[in-house]
């Protein structure tokens, strides 16, 4: 259609369309459907593509030939408006006219985008029946429809029947086995291609790493005559996905030249491998290339501030938002709540979704699970319960952000309402992800027996997070035997979980079982399996600082141990008699236990906030793992002595604490 726009004006005409139009509409001469249809073509143009009035003249047109039909749906799937061009599709069978070799590959490769696969079946039977079957344009069509949605078998059946194969038909087989796994196929049609350009050799790279078979997409990218940046950005991708970062970075640095495209997929793959730091260095360089950053950038930037919780970039990313006009309508907006949430401004995240005009369920979601997280629990029902009287119906994910704060909240009937609620009335089946939130609640709650039950009735088999949930509840209601029997299961389904052998060694040190520590220990050396470091991060002026247990790298050593001895004497004072039994090594002496537990890491990060800090800054710290009890007693104290709100973001949940109380009100 584009071609056929083309041909029609020049240059002048393209750029004055409206004028065009009024003197049709003077002289009368629009009554003419020839000129009309031209006149459709010239606002569908691409250089034009004004869609509001390609609608509004295809609605006074009283019949609307074949032509205009093919231009108002091609109109339509330039704007990426599928559904519409599928919708017109429809309307124009039921005003008896049948599409040409021009409407077909249209509405075909809408299926294609839609996924929608009963449609472009039923599209496939009626080109059979009305003779396009041979037509070159609809075959290729139909052939990059199947391959995108994976089924190979009927995209193999086009291709063989195709009497001319052109470039664009071997790309698409080839690119449609790579990337559904099929790596011998995709590499025996490559080996038998007449002819091969660089978009062969890039879907083939592409598909490749896409399926995850790195290694084969490197032979075919060194093989390359000619590497296409797509190729270049598919091998980062792969890398990155796979695990391989360092390779990620040679070839990011190796490349010759970098588009946005490859600076976001280095983002992105720093990002979901866990390098946070790294994530927002990249980005800092991005900004210093002068890129201007897309939606995907901010993105990737925003879930790496979120991974490392640092409150001062995470603000400065939303300034940088407002300033370029960034739209929060979409997942800009959620993806900002969740920052907000996880750096523990819960105010925050309160305040971006407030300010969002037009709330979508994501951002609904996101506020509900960043409340939850807070131990807010009685406002994320009232979100919940708000939600559903605007008619906003809640999906799966929002049941797990409601399931998940009653479980932060100890909202034992709570939870079981709305865990039947989803069933019942919203007819939505239980995911492991549902059962495993419900779980945890009865297991915080101390319903051990009846969180048992529920997994051994379970329709599928339980994860280790759900068995994760009945080990830690059984640590903390001192089960023993169902500590043992969580334990049991959760090695089976998980011989290398660090934390599975940990919770089960200090359960047997709390009750004296130090040979059966020896034995948890022993287990643990002989399978390789290395026990988390505990470690705590707090930010102050753009840096993180880390401390581990009894840590004296950092330059301000000397000083953090001072104020350290400095809380002690204030604690005594305030009545705080350490509870020793929280320190689970075979040690005698108390005193020696006493400054075990003085050197866990969270106390030295807040020492470090306290000297550091401005009296009214909040003191933010993320801890990677459980805060033990003492840890949690002595930073209550602390808040209400030193006067200092103190916010810990452990791996169970956030801690506000304020006035000598906690917000989870001691239940974690």
């Not at 599409?99 to 249209?106: E, G, I, K, M, V």
């Not at 959760?490 to 060694?505: N, Q």
Request: net charge positive; with cysteine; charged share 20%.
């Amino acid at each position: 259609m584009e071609t056929v726009c083309t041909s029609l004006y020049p240059l002048p005409l393209l750029q004055q369309p409206h004028q065009l139009h009024a003197l049709y509409l003077k002289t009368g001469i629009l009554k003419n459907p020839h000129v009309c249809s031209r006149l459709l073509s010239l606002y569908a143009h691409p250089k034009v593509n004004d869609l509001q009035h390609v609608r509004s003249l295809f609605h006074s047109i009283p019949q609307p030939s074949l032509l205009c039909w093919n231009i108002v749906i091609s109109s339509h799937l330039h704007n990426h408006l599928s559904n519409h061009a599928l919708l017109l599709f429809r309307q124009m069978l039921l005003h008896q006219l049948l599409p040409d070799s021009f409407t077909l590959p249209c509405v075909i490769k809408a299926c294609a985008r839609l996924n929608a696969v009963p449609e472009g079946k039923q599209l496939h039977s009626l080109l059979l029946k009305i003779g396009f079957a041979s037509d070159k344009f609809v075959q290729s069509s139909l052939l990059s429809m199947y391959a995108k949605w994976g089924h190979m078998p009927l995209a193999r059946r086009v291709f063989d029947l195709m009497v001319h194969k052109d470039l664009v038909s071997w790309n698409s087989l080839i690119d449609g086995y790579a990337r559904n796994g099929d790596v011998q196929l995709a590499m025996k049609l490559f080996d038998e291609m007449p002819t091969k350009d660089s978009f062969t050799w890039t879907a083939l790279v592409d598909g490749l790493c896409k399926c995850g078979n790195v290694e084969a997409a490197r032979q075919i990218f060194d093989q390359m005559p000619d590497k296409s940046l797509v190729s270049w950005n598919a091998m980062i991708d792969g890398y990155m996905k796979s695990g391989k970062i360092d390779l990620a970075c040679q070839q990011f640095r190796r490349m010759p030249a970098r588009n946005l495209v490859s600076w976001n997929t280095m983002i992105a793959g720093y990002q979901r491998n866990g390098w946070f730091f790294e994530a927002l260095k990249l980005f800092e360089a991005l900004l210093e290339e002068g890129l201007v950053p897309s939606h995907v950038t901010i993105l990737g930037a925003l879930s790496a501030v979120s991974g490392l919780a640092v409150l001062g970039n995470g603000r400065w990313i939303h300034s940088f938002m407002v300033k370029h006009g960034f739209e929060l309508d979409g997942v800009l907006g959620t993806s900002l709540i969740e920052m907000y949430s996880k750096c523990g401004s819960i105010d925050g995240a309160m305040t971006v979704f407030k300010a969002i005009a037009n709330k979508k369920l994501g951002h609904w979601t996101a506020i509900i699970v960043g409340l939850g997280m807070h131990g807010l629990a009685d406002q994320a029902l009232e979100l919940f319960l708000e939600m559903r009287r605007i008619g906003m119906k809640p999906h799966a994910i929002t049941f797990i952000g409601v399931l998940n704060a009653c479980s932060h909240a100890g909202l034992v009937d709570e939870g079981n309402q709305i865990f039947h609620m989803m069933i019942n009335e919203y007819k939505i089946e239980p995911t492991v992800e549902h059962y495993g939130c419900f779980i945890d609640l009865l297991c915080r709650a101390g319903h051990l027996g009846w969180a048992k039950n529920i997994i051994e009735s379970m329709p599928m088999k339980p994860n280790k997070v759900i068995w994760m949930s009945l080990l830690g509840g059984s640590r903390n209601h001192r089960s023993l035997e169902i500590g043992e029997y969580a334990a049991l299961n959760l090695i089976e389904a998980d011989p290398d979980a660090a934390g599975c052998y940990t919770v089960l060694s200090n359960m047997y040190a709390a009750v004296g079982k130090w040979d059966k520590v020896s034995h948890v220990r022993e287990m643990m050396k002989k399978r390789g399996v290395i026990k988390d470091a505990g470690c705590s991060f707090i930010e102050h002026r753009g840096q993180l600082h880390r401390f581990i247990v009894g840590d004296k790298s950092h330059p301000q050593t000397e000083d953090i141990y001072a104020k350290l001895r400095e809380m002690r004497e204030k604690l005594k004072l305030a009545g705080h008699v350490p509870d020793t039994s929280q320190v689970l090594l075979n040690i005698a002496d108390e005193k020696e236990k006493e400054s075990e537990l003085e050197n866990h890491s969270e106390r030295l990060a807040i020492s470090f906030g306290l000297i550091n800090m401005e009296s009214r800054t909040p003191i933010r710290i993320i801890k990677n793992l459980r805060v033990c009890n003492d840890c949690h007693v002595v930073t209550k104290l602390l808040s209400a002595i030193y006067d200092r709100e103190i916010i810990v973001r452990d791996n169970s949940r956030f801690h506000h604490f304020k006035n000598g109380s906690c917000s989870c009100n001691d239940f974690w």
